[in-house]
C-alpha cells in the first residue's frame, strides 16, 4: 500500500514495468495535479503515437498538462506551488541534453534538482532504469545510460520514497532497501 506523499518520490523500473500508471496511481488522490510530460511529441512514429494516446486515456481530464520540452527546470518552476507534480519521465530529459558539455549537463542536473527541492507539493518523477543487461554499443548510448544513473543516484538522496516498478509490482525500496555506501 502507498504511503501518503510528500516530497519527491521516484518511481523507477524498466520498459513496459508499469511506472507511469503506479505514479498515476500515486497522484490520484490529490488536486490539483500538473502533469509533466517531458518526451517530444515525435509525430511520425506511430508506436510512441499509440503509447501518448494510451496516457492520455488513462488520466483524468481535470490534471493540468504541460509539455516541458528540453526545459523541465523552467517547466516545473511555472507550476502554481499548490499542484501535486507527476514528471513522466526522466529519461526524455536526459536524452533532449545528451549533447550537453559535461559542465553544462552538470548544471542542468543541478537547476533540476533545485527546482525539484523548491516545491512545496509532492512530486512523483518517473526513472526509467537502464544498463540491465546490454552494454549501449554507441558512445551516446553510454553516455545517456552514464547521466540517467548517475542523477537517479543524485535524486534518490533527496527523496522521500522511492519505488521500483517491475512487472506491473510495486516494491518500496526504502522499506525494502538500504543506500549503497558512497565512495
Request: a neutral charge; one cysteine or more; glycine letters at 8%.
Amino acid at each position: 500500500m502507498a504511503k501518503p506523499l510528500n516530497g519527491l518520490i521516484l518511481v523507477s523500473g524498466p520498459s513496459r514495468g508499469g511506472k507511469s500508471r503506479w505514479a498515476e496511481h500515486l497522484v490520484s488522490k490529490h488536486s490539483p495535479v500538473s502533469y509533466v510530460a517531458t518526451s517530444d511529441s515525435r509525430p511520425d512514429d506511430n508506436e510512441w503515437q499509440e503509447r501518448i494516446r494510451l496516457h492520455r486515456e488513462r488520466r483524468p481530464s481535470h490534471w493540468e498538462i504541460i509539455e516541458s520540452g528540453s526545459d523541465l527546470s523552467k517547466a516545473l518552476n511555472t507550476i502554481p506551488t499548490n499542484h501535486t507534480v507527476l514528471v513522466d519521465a526522466l529519461g526524455a530529459f536526459t536524452a533532449w541534453h545528451l549533447e550537453a558539455s559535461p559542465a553544462d549537463w552538470l548544471q542542468l542536473e543541478a537547476d533540476l534538482i533545485t527546482s525539484l527541492q523548491a516545491r512545496q507539493r509532492p512530486v512523483v518523477l518517473v526513472i526509467e532504469e537502464t544498463g540491465w543487461g546490454v552494454v549501449p554499443a554507441t558512445a551516446i548510448g553510454g553516455r545517456f545510460r552514464d547521466r540517467q544513473g548517475r542523477l537517479a543516484q543524485q535524486l534518490e538522496t533527496i527523496a522521500s520514497a522511492s519505488w521500483l516498478v517491475v512487472q506491473g509490482r510495486a516494491l518500496d525500496l526504502h522499506e525494502l532497501g538500504c543506500a549503497v555506501p558512497k565512495q
